[in-house]
């Protein structure tokens, strides 16, 4: 029996594609950084600004100070956001990048509810007893607070307010410190309601003594109210 013997055929030597597919990634990467942080493909050219009623545009845009012609990616929009934040009337400043030429901030504006007088003029008081702004005089509809603007007593005096009848009609709210708000009503009615804590409960009990024809009210401590 014979047999047929074939020599083996010889390997082809293949070559590895990986150093090339190494450099491939390496040109993409640098292609990438340059449109982004290089090229003019990419880059600031319009600010946009929604959200604003009592600022103009021309305030935020100063204060923001974004750097017309940089890329964006340069461009930090955390730092942005945090200089625009400094500004009283703002309260949350939302800042993006909105490719491929624009910096898009949107902005919410603190709602004021009181007014404080100032050495200088009168603050603008919100919701959370923060300062919302400066004004020369104070906006119709607004009770001009006794208080420190920033500080507990503020605080205080708003959340007094917040609990306040709208019958009460106050002409008056004082707060030298954080346990000593004190209201005028506008019928002559004096209701020192101390801190804020438990506001709601002291308003009820002063609701019944100014109904007993009380004029000089003290609920500080609403369970043992005193009165003149």
Do not use: C
């Not at 945090?82 to 309260?91: G, N, Y």
């Not at 306040?164 to 030298?176: C, D, Q, V």
């Amino acid at each position: 029996m014979s047999q047929t013997v074939r020599s083996a055929a010889p390997k082809k030597n293949r070559k590895s594609k990986g150093p090339w597919l190494v450099w491939l990634l390496v040109i993409l990467a640098v292609v990438t950084w340059w449109s982004l942080y290089q090229s003019k493909w990419f880059t600031a050219q319009e600010v946009t600004i929604t959200g604003n009623s009592r600022l103009t545009v021309e305030q935020i845009s100063a204060t923001a100070a974004v750097p017309i012609g940089n890329s964006l990616m340069s461009i930090d929009p955390g730092v942005i956001s945090d200089q625009l934040q400094a500004l009283p009337e703002i309260e949350v400043a939302t800042v993006e990048r909105g490719w491929p030429h624009a910096i898009l901030i949107t902005i919410t504006e603190r709602t004021p509810i009181a007014v404080a007088a100032t050495a200088s003029g009168f603050n603008l008081i919100d919701a959370q007893g923060l300062n919302a702004g400066t004004v020369a005089t104070p906006p119709a509809g607004l009770l001009v607070i006794s208080a420190q603007p920033d500080s507990p007593a503020m605080t205080n005096a708003i959340q007094v307010l917040a609990a306040i009848p709208a019958e009460w009609a106050i002409t008056g709210l004082s707060a030298p410190t954080q346990d000593s708000v004190m209201a005028t009503l506008g019928n002559g009615v004096v209701v020192t309601m101390g801190s804020g804590e438990r506001a709601a409960d002291k308003v009820e009990v002063a609701k019944a003594l100014i109904e007993k024809g009380y004029a000089v009210i003290n609920v500080s401590a609403p369970d043992v109210p005193t009165v003149k």
